[in-house]
């Protein structure tokens, strides 16, 4: 299954960008989640949409500010970011986990990955 990740750019911290994740099969009841990478860092789980039950997951640093929404008719999930940081700066990459029914779990099951979309944010 083919992701594509879209909606990156350069904000000024304290700005607001939705990411989107389109894939080309449906993928009803698999996770779907961002990940991201910034310069010289490791790639971290952001946000998760569990394929199991519909529950999300955010990583301690975003939660409050971005929002992860899914419509699996659409086959899109998006990433909504609010009050950027500049520490938020990193490529975003969606992935999924074919398995059924997945929860969010370790990246290493999440095995279809899209281009990823480079966030800036400037301070």
């Known amino acids: 299954v083919q992701l594509q990740a879209s909606g990156g750019g350069l904000v000024r911290a304290g700005e607001s960008l939705t990411l989107s994740c389109v894939w080309s099969?449906?993928?009803?009841?698999?996770?779907i989640a961002w990940f991201r990478q910034g310069s010289g860092k490791e790639r971290e789980v952001v946000s998760c949409?569990?394929?199991?039950?519909?529950?999300?997951y955010y990583t301690d640093s975003v939660k409050g500010r971005f929002n992860i929404l899914r419509d699996d008719a659409k086959k899109i999930v998006t990433l909504q970011m609010n009050s950027l940081k500049p520490e938020d700066t990193a490529v975003y990459y969606c992935?999924?986990?074919?398995?059924?029914?997945?929860?969010?779990?370790?990246?290493?099951?999440?095995?279809?990955w899209g281009q990823g979309t480079l966030v800036t944010v400037s301070s």
């Open positions: 949409f569990s394929g199991a039950d519909g529950t999300t």
């Open positions: 099969r449906p993928l009803d009841y698999h996770a």
């Open positions: 992935a999924a986990d074919l398995g059924y029914k997945s929860e969010c779990r370790l990246w290493t099951f999440f095995t279809s």
